[in-house]
């Protein structure tokens, strides 16, 4: 009896020593787990910072390439701008301005007018500028003048980006430089002769201009289309390794959505504030116009901050969807039914084949494959609310397809 009782001891004292043995265990993998768990989250947290600063640039460097850089879409941005009664006002008023600053029109009419009505001359020179503006205005107005100035801005915007293009200096404009560009500009003229004189070197050296961010502007011009298609691969690549490192990945996938949509909030509210300090700076009388040409000139880069807003909204609530919450599940439920089973049924029939079996084994596969090519394809089209919606519509076709085809479960 006291063998038993001693071997009974001992096997507690024995299950004891395990059981401290498993919890210290224990312990050592849960601290583990916590600290892997806190790299895990540190390391998603200093991904997304990345991947939304890289995604506030290349939604500006989109906006730039297509619309600041292309002349076309330049003045398609921008040709609506002269039709606006501030702006027609402004050129008007700001001519008449320059105009009479270099002429004194009282001066000279004290001068050409009898000593009797000299005291007239200021009456006279007020109606002679007011009838001038007035001849401004309908100019400006006028469908012509309207015509000439589209072209005029035009040609000017495709000079300026072909000298930033071609532009080979150090940051500084002299003789020789500017007197290169105007020659070539005789090019198959009687003229042309002129394109193979050289300046002499006291006179082409003279700096004309100092402007250091010419070349950058040199570079940026050159670069941009392939720093707009980096800037958006690494954005998703980015994007893909946040998911890919997350636990829980479709909540990592409403959660980047919402992120990229508050970014998207934050840079529409920028704008309205950078536009407001910049008109702020003009002078009263031009307040109005310079409204009105900086919401031309920034109206693509709205549309297209707003669709990506709005694009990030739907991708977390498609990732919402596909959750099992109670709500979710109980929205799905009819197109579950109508997809899965009706139409399966119709198309399929009852027994299932190879292809039914092999779709529902790779259905999760097949459908990130499909957004992939629909993110893929914004690399190649303007970002535009139309666009957008039609690479909605033509994901939401290949998700409709895959579920009808993937077999019954």
């Known amino acids: 009896m006291p063998s038993a009782k001693k071997t009974t001891s001992q096997e507690l004292k024995a299950l ?243 992120f990229y949509a508050v970014l998207m909030f934050a840079t529409l509210v920028s704008v309205r504030i950078a536009r407001a300090v910049a008109v702020a700076q003009v002078d009263p009388k031009y307040q109005q116009a310079a409204t009105e040409a900086y919401q031309a000139i920034l109206n693509p880069f709205v549309v297209q901050t707003a669709t990506l807003m709005t694009l990030g909204i739907v991708i977390a609530l498609i990732a919402w969807l596909v959750g099992p919450s109670k709500l979710a599940q109980k929205i799905k439920r009819p197109f579950i039914e109508l997809f899965e089973g009706k139409i399966h049924t119709a198309l399929f029939g009852k027994k299932e084949n190879g292809y039914t079996k092999w779709v529902r084994a790779n259905k999760a596969t097949l459908q990130a494959v499909a957004a992939s090519l629909a993110f893929i394809s914004l690399l190649f089209v303007s970002i535009s609310i139309a666009n957008i919606f039609w690479i909605l519509i033509a994901l939401l076709v290949a998700v409709s397809i895959i579920e009808v085809s993937a077999a019954k479960r």
């Open 16 to 258: 004891k020593l395990e059981n401290a043995r498993l919890k210290s265990q224990l312990d050592s993998l849960q601290t583990k787990k916590t600290q892997g768990n806190r790299w895990r989250t540190a390391l998603i947290i200093l991904l997304a910072g990345v991947a939304g600063a890289i995604f506030i640039s290349a939604n500006l460097l989109f906006w730039t390439a297509r619309t600041l850089v292309e002349t076309d879409r330049y003045i398609e941005a921008t040709k609506s701008l002269i039709q606006k009664p501030a702006v027609q006002k402004a050129i008007a008023d700001r001519t008449t301005e320059r105009i009479f600053s270099q002429i004194d029109t009282e001066q000279l009419l004290e001068e050409s007018l009898p000593p009797r009505v000299k005291f007239a001359a200021p009456t006279l020179s007020q109606q002679i500028e007011n009838f001038t503006n007035n001849k401004a205005r309908e100019i400006t107005a006028s469908e012509k003048f309207q015509t000439v100035w589209v072209n005029a801005n035009a040609n000017a915007h495709k000079r300026l980006i072909e000298g930033l293009r071609d532009y080979k200096g150090d940051g500084t404009i002299n003789i020789s430089d500017v007197y290169n560009r105007l020659t070539d500009r005789l090019k198959d003229t009687k003229l042309s002769f002129l394109q193979n004189v050289t300046l002499p070197s006291s006179i082409g050296s003279i700096k004309v201009l100092d402007a250091p961010w010419l070349k950058q502007a040199h570079w940026l011009v050159v670069n941009l289309q392939t720093l707009r298609i980096v800037t958006i691969g690494l954005f998703f690549v980015l994007t893909a390794l946040i998911i890919a490192v997350a636990r829980k990945r479709r909540m990592m996938i409403i959660r980047l959505g919402v």
